[in-house]
């Protein structure tokens, strides 16, 4: 349980960091400055569930689609 057998989404978790966190903190620190980083924090966590909602209903179809042929759905 809570084990992926998807090496592309274990990569892809991985990667939430350097392509949202860090390009959200240099961008919003230089828009607001100091308040830009203390909400560069909650930006880059909403776009993450916002992609997160996005691959979760682009790849849901297929999961389930495959457990009704293996009989387990």
């Not at 809570?2 to 939430?16: E, Q, R």
């Not at 392509?19 to 909650?42: D, E, K, R, T």
């Not at 909403?46 to 992609?51: D, G």
């Amino acid at each position: 349980m809570g084990k992926s057998n998807n090496p592309y989404m274990v990569a892809g978790t991985s990667l939430i960091l350097p392509v949202f966190n860090i390009p959200m903190l240099l961008l919003l620190n230089a828009v607001i400055g100091m308040y830009g980083i203390v909400w560069s924090q909650v930006t880059a966590d909403t776009l993450t569930v916002i992609l997160s909602f996005y691959v979760y209903r682009k790849y849901r179809p297929a999961v389930e689609g495959r457990k009704e042929a293996d009989g387990k759905g």
